[in-house]
């Protein structure tokens, strides 16, 4: 089992930029297929964007482009979401995700393990 761990989320206003992380106690998320997924109240949780285990990224093209950039950092065992030019949409809670696939995929349900998330909000 994997646990995990978000952290970084807050108020905001908008403009602003937030970095989020993932990490794990127990795991190596090096050897995971991580991703970042959203979801605000009312709606269905989205994908945001996921990173393979060798650095190749995938992001939700209908909003991400130029704003979002997700990362690691194996030696901290750490996964990081960095998010600027937040707009009040982006108010969100943020989870964090993992993956044993091999492939990049942005279907939760591929997804194995999930955090509890970290709320972002974003004023106008």
């Known amino acids: 089992q994997v646990q995990l761990l978000e952290s970084g989320g807050g108020l905001v206003l908008a403009g602003d930029s937030l970095r989020l992380s993932c990490t794990s106690s127990g795991s190596t998320l090096s050897s995971y297929l991580m991703g970042w997924f959203r979801q605000a109240p009312g709606k269905e949780r989205e994908f945001v964007a996921t990173?393979?285990?060798?650095?190749?990224?995938?992001y939700n093209l209908d909003f991400v482009p130029g704003r979002f950039t997700i990362s690691r950092d194996n030696a901290k065992n750490t996964v990081y979401l960095q998010m600027s030019n937040l707009k009040p949409e982006d108010s969100a809670v943020y989870y964090c995700a993992a993956s044993e696939r091999a492939l990049l995929t942005r279907a939760r349900t591929f997804f194995d393990y999930w955090g509890q998330g970290t709320q972002v909000t974003v004023s106008s």
């Open positions: 990173i393979g285990r060798s650095g190749s990224r995938l």
